[in-house]
């Protein structure tokens, strides 16, 4: 399995991913035109993508999602909640390419699909499994605080995209800021602080993770420094070392991360 983040943060999220015979995105919150720039800057044909796959309606994760299946005409996955809103946002999506997910697995050609519940404020947010020939890919953005559930999702997964979205306190003291959202990004269904970003990191530590790569950090409210300098931080605090080397990356906003190749060994 491939994996590139080709874009994270608040102004456009999307991932690629392929298999043997198979290239998927996990949301596309880029123009189509800065879709298919990065997918051609990582040397894939944009025609070849078979399928996009929604995490939630928000904008940042499908404003480019209409137009590029309009042109190419990849099928577009979604939880049954979320299309009831999609539907008119994404009206270039032809009916036929409408697919929906509702818990259970599923899959796309070679590639097996497992969703797991986000709490965001949104409509119903997941995060994603891929799973193929004994790897596995797993992505959790967009989600204000995590659970059994998605600590155990991460932690089986050979590689793993996390949201590392704000530095608390660089949140708190940010004047352009209005009280109400930094309440709405600080809640229970908002979004992961670097803090609480590192404490799943501890948490979800094996021998089966090989790197992670932190995801949608705010460009306000957050550096990769400060990520890095947390996770470091709460490494020493916990006392834990990894039983192998883990690659700590972190997804930037405007151009496409190194390219992952992901193998069962
Ligand atoms: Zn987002
Ligand atoms: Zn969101």
Redesign the pocket.
């Known amino acids: 399995m491939r994996v590139c983040v080709l874009g994270s943060g608040s102004k456009g999220n999307s991932t690629y991913i392929e298999g043997e015979n198979t290239k998927i995105l996990i949301d596309g919150g880029l123009s189509k035109l800065e879709l298919e720039k990065r997918l051609m800057q990582i040397d894939v044909n944009p025609s070849e993508i078979n399928a996009i796959l929604i995490t939630?309606e928000?904008s940042d994760?499908i404003s480019g999602i209409s137009n590029f299946s309009k042109k190419y005409g990849c099928k577009v996955y979604a939880h049954s909640d979320a299309w009831t809103v999609l539907s008119d946002k994404l009206v270039g999506v032809e009916f036929k390419n409408q697919y929906e997910f509702n818990g259970s697995d599923f899959s796309i050609n070679e590639l097996n699909i497992s969703t797991f519940d986000l709490d965001?404020d949104?409509i119903h947010c997941v995060g994603f499994s891929v799973s193929c020939n004994k790897t596995k890919f797993s992505i959790a953005t967009?989600l204000g605080h995590t659970t059994p559930e998605i600590i155990h999702n991460l932690s089986s997964s050979d590689l793993v995209v996390l949201e590392a979205n704000h530095d608390i306190q660089k949140l708190k003291t940010n004047t352009k800021y209005p009280y109400s959202l930094k309440q709405r990004i600080l809640s229970n269904h908002g979004h992961l602080s670097n803090q609480a970003s590192a404490d799943t990191l501890i948490q979800m530590l094996g021998n089966k993770t090989r790197a992670v790569i932190f995801g949608h950090l705010s460009e306000e409210n957050n550096t990769p420094d400060l990520v890095v300098d947390t996770v470091k931080q709460t490494f020493i605090n916990n006392g834990a070392l990894p039983e192998r080397e883990i690659k700590i990356d972190i997804a930037k906003q405007h151009k496409p991360s190194t390219i992952y190749k992901i193998k069962n060994n």
Do not use: G, L
């Open positions: 939630h928000h994760h965001h949104a967009d």
